[in-house]
């Protein structure tokens, strides 16, 4: 048996929290139901809007939950389509949208009062020049000042983290263990048709391990591109 990879550096480590967060399930994406835990994915999208550059990408390594997990629920009536910009140029004054007829009422199941600690390493991609040392430097210096891009979100643009920054090690992870299923790990936009990448998630006395490489389902892709046609 071949022994593991060792990384050059220590994992990037820095704590993420907020309100309310809601890391949709793809099979559920209609009503929003979220997985119990931050997903790597959002865990990405919150450290790219903190630092990003096109030298490099992050690759989640651990996923540390902190605060017990609470679930909350909210209906909301929403439209089942949106007005597109070419009728509204063709019609200009002439056009009115009457919500009412469009209108739907549809189900959120959510998480409040959340805190996880995020594990990452910066890969560098083929054009970079500089040294991946630079980047972890720049990364360690914003999260210190908590400066960001982009206001960082949890799950859904409606969920904005109140709070990051450096990694606080008095705050252990929930003792709490299950099997989350199946869950996005990344896009692979390499491929010459990007694709999701897939792998079975489980929570290990409050620590979600990250494999370094998912699985590609080909008719999964597409059950997801069905359920988003629909839910549009």
């Keep these: 048996m071949s022994k593991p990879t060792r990384e050059p550096y220590p994992a990037l480590v820095m704590e993420v929290r907020g309100d309310l967060a809601c890391f949709t399930r793809p099979e559920l994406k209609a009503e929003r139901v979220s997985y119990p835990v931050m997903t790597p994915s959002a865990a990405r999208g919150v450290l790219e809007a903190i630092f990003w550059k096109p030298e ?7 996923i540390d939950v902190l605060n017990e997990i609470k679930w909350f629920s909210i209906r909301r009536n929403e439209v089942t389509e949106a007005a597109s910009l070419a009728t509204v140029l063709k019609q200009g004054r002439r056009y009115h949208f009457r919500a009412p007829d469009k209108r739907d009422q549809r189900n959120t199941v959510a998480l409040r009062d959340v805190a996880y600690r995020i594990h990452t390493q910066i890969e560098l991609k083929p ?15 914003r999260i210190e000042r908590g400066a960001c891009f982009t206001h960082p979100y949890l799950g859904t643009r409606e969920f904005s983290c109140t709070d990051f920054g450096p990694p606080d090690y008095s705050n252990q992870p929930i003792k709490r263990s299950e099997d989350l299923g199946v869950m996005l790990l990344d896009i692979d936009y390499d491929a010459p048709t990007p ?20 699985i590609h389902d080909p008719a999964r892709d597409a059950a997801i591109g ?4 629909r839910g549009a």
């Design 127 to 141: 054009h970079a020049t500089a040294p991946v040392a630079k980047y972890r430097d720049q990364f360690r210096r």
């Design 56 to 62: 490099f990408r992050y690759r989640i390594e651990q």
């Design 226 to 229: 069905t359920a988003e046609r």
């Design 195 to 214: 694709h999701s990448l897939w792998f079975t998630a489980r929570l290990h006395q409050g620590v979600l391990e990250v494999p370094r490489e998912g």
